[in-house]
């Protein structure tokens, strides 16, 4: 690891932050904190934390001394001053005296404290960075040092490496009494450069920024050179190309994967399905998923003694806040037997949920029965042959989850490369799982209507169908934008936070490779808005049939095509799914020399029909909108303009003329989307959007 310390650069951001009226000190801790928090091998997702102590004006303009020190919720890697509160000293270290101080005090006396008290709360670790005299300190969870701690002798591996420069503080859960312990063991080592938290992490310190973090490389740096001396091993041995250099030693032996094994695609919708709480009720609390298969973590699935390692628990206890203590382990899936794989999940899931509500109760005991018990879904899933889930209620829950687990399989390994594998004991993970400082974290906010959801928008880069993936969005919904454009589907899924894919419709292949990407991304489907379509015209009795079976193709092929590949996913992951096709007064109310359009959109309306019957018993909801006048792809300005002048009435009167004499949006129709998806009990409906059109309403 190297030192990334620019002077230049430091400089700059000095000069940024201090325009703005930081103090000097802020500014250098901020630009080193990120400087330590862009490196993902010394912290991930708001682990670590920084501080500096100097001098800020109270309001009378007389200087105190201060610590800032990272807020609760901001990430290293983005930090900006303000996520460095500054707290009062004095009171902090008076705190030093007291024998004991509970949680609720030890938040209040540093929420009391604050200079501003609008700032975030300060880190669960403030007061270890207040009692040590050090001005800069700096603390992170460096996958190489956590290797060495995570041992069964990780106290003897860790002073070989680091002499007496770094001093071993014994593993306690953050907060007032470890604190206590660090500077009591500082106090012993005077001259220490930094700290070891056994089963946890390091602190580095300075007098200057750059020394503080110039440390945390040059230690995090030994670490690594240790492992690296070990021989990188792995620990299947299989799966990864002699080229990276990594040996196969004798003691690790590869799983039997089977021949030929399945695709993540095909069996992340059994595994979402599973996890679903209550799987199988009209609305169960889902799980996005987020896959993972590099090399690495194939070697780590596919090791042998994987119940082993792989279920100690996590590499630094606060990953297990949005990890859970163990990952769920799952059978070898074949490709040619997916329903025993199927079989094999239920099972070993049954066990993994009462196994943590036995790990649960066994705890709570210990708290006197004072804590609630949270959900018994894993949020890693490791699946042998094939590579590892994170989940999560959101894309990106479930992504933080992914790379927590990628990390953990970093440390186990280099772990496993110089040791054995061990963290701290199951009472002190339940411990941290259940801190209420750490579940603070989390946050609590309500969810969305449609978090948890999964949802594909064919025709998705513009009109309604752009407007469907907003909307849905907007409700919480994980949204994949298929188009036959990529570009222009890029446009709509990027500002919305959505998955654009290439795709037309109109050909199986595409739309078999288009789900399975949806499949791999987010682990299956929920809502299904089968949008794409064209409007051809041509008096029908002398209308060439290339022209009519054209748009057969996109107007009704492409739109069964679709739903196939969607109710393929949905049975499997047996917790319903709401599919909702885009019809058109045309299928109701046909116009003059509209055929190639009206009839297959009539048979459409056949279509939905058919897969309400069909695929009711699965919970499988299925509508279908009928929309007018919608100024779009298919009704262009131009076709607007001449209408209107056709009528002999303005654009707007053209567009509003309906029996409520409004223009009906994109918008609307959308909104009428996710009102189907919203309606548990509505199958094989036409939800009319058309401002009032009596010819074309549904009788
Ligand atoms: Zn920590």
Redesign the pocket.
Known sequence: MQSRWSDTEAEAAVERYTKRGTNLDVALCTYATRLLGSDKRLVIHG??NTSVKTKLPELDGELVDVICVKGSGWDMASIEPAGLPAVRLAPLRRLAALDSLSDEQMVNAQRGALLDADSPNPSV?TLLHAFLPQKFIN?T?ANAVLALTDQPDGDIVCHEVFGARLALVPYIM?GFALAKRALAVFKDNSAAEGLILLK??IFTFGDTAREAYERMIFWVSRAEAKIAEAGRVTLAGVHLPKAMGHARPKSFQPIKVAHPPASAAAVAPIIRGLLAIDGGATDPRRFVLDFRGGAEVLDFVNGAEIARYATRGTA?P?HVIRTKPKPLLLPCPDADDLDAFAAGVRTVLAAYRSDYQAYFERHNARHQGRKKPLDSSPRVVLVPGVGLFGAGASKAEARIAADLAETNVEVITAAETIGRFEVIDEADIFDIEYWSLEQAKLGKAAERRLARHVAIVTGGASGIGAAAVKALRAEGAEVAVFDLDLARAEAVAKPAGALAIGCDVTRSEAVKAAFERVAEAFGGVDIVVSNAGTAPQGRIGEVDEAVLRQSFELNFWAHQKVAQAAVAIMVRQGTGGCLLFNASKQALNPGPDFGPYGIPKAALLALMRQYALDYGRHGIRTNAVNADRIRSGLLTDEMVAQRARARGVSEAEYLAGNLLGREVTADDVARAFVHLALSPKTTGAILTVDGGNIAAAVR
């Open positions: 682990g670590g670790e603390h969870h953050p946890h992490g630094t606060d």
